[in-house]
């Protein structure tokens, strides 16, 4: 494969950015090669530099689920483009949109849309501290909500890929107010609550986790989470910055079908432009200003570009309804590489939900952050490298979800199962 002009800007790169990037997961650092340079994209396939073409499950980290550069949505932006990039002043665009995502996402009354997950998230817990008066908070393992200091303890994704083990930067006294919990384990929480009901604030988990991997705890699990968090008067958070309108319009809380007091949205409400939002019950969103006392504003919130390419995503998910065909998608390739696995004997564990999907190098059940830290990392590496070279873009890193988009054919799964049979027969053999 043909990397020589991909090589050269990281050569440039990093001389101005740092480690050559502006996301450390980019960098690819932990698979042990440098990163390829993107050119183009157009549906389920990206371009890099060199020209070399590649089915894309990365899809940006997961907001372009009907693929890249959809016609209706680049339409919109370059329309609205014509009238001005931003106003900092209320626009129409900003109400459709907050009416698309009440309609849409079950527990939400009331939206403040930001820039991305990570506002979303650090402005939710502080909401919940706010309004509940509580500081500590509660996360998992393994779960990853963006790069707040509250919520940057034991976190999946690129700190876990990169095996940051503590938390730098981050006050001491900060850090100890955040109580990590293993993953899909109600005893743990039921303990902690029993020890420290009094002080929590909030729960945040990922529904169905994406950022250790795919994985999704049992409807019992958060239905207890949800009890548990009401007796002790504590708020529940879904961070579905990964989940929301992927799994279902509605999100996680729409599959199953509990309903948490905030919910933190990213990625699929943007098209792929920076935004993000949190929402909830109207009760509580009336604290944030100005309503309310607790802070949090943007300059470029709700920004009309970013607000009319969401709001055509939405609208193009609600009249098309694409969720069952990605479920079929997602089942095939699945059923796929578990045949793949059988066949070539090879140690490893596919987790899926709808078009969210993880191939794991352990034999282990996967449940929780230990499991998923038992796979296999050097072969997953020969993996990803094999995959690459057969032209197949998937995420740089075991703890991460490979994505499906409305845009990818029976023809780029077929494909993919030819590459996935190939790397299986090297790395197998
Ligand atoms: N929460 C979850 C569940 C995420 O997956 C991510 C990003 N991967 C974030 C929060 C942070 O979002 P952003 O990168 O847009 O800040």
Redesign the pocket.
Known sequence: MKLEKSKKLFKEAQKYLVGGVNSPVRAFKSIGIEPIFIEKAKGSRVWDVDGNEYIDYVLS?GPLILGHANDQIINAIKQVSNYGTSFGAPTELEIEMAKAVVEAVPSIEMVRFVN???EA?MSAIRLARGYTGKKKIIKFEGC???HGDSLLVSAG?GVATLGIPGTPGIPEELAKLTIVLPYNDIDAVEEAFKKYGDDIACVII?PVA??MGTIAPSKEYHQRLREITKEYNSLLIW?E??TGFRLALGGAQELYGIEPDLTTL?KVIGAGLPV?AYGGKAEIMKYVAPEGPVYQAGTLSGNPLAMVAGLRQLEILKEKNPYPDLEEKGKRLEEGIKQLIEKYNIKATVNRVGSMMTIFFTDKEVKNFEDAKSSDLETFNKFYISMLEKGIYLAPSQFEASFLSTAHSDEDIEKTLNAIEDSFKEIGG
């Open positions: 980290w991305s997950g990570t998230t990853y909500h963006g994704s990922e994406g950022n961070d910055v990964m990213g993000g």
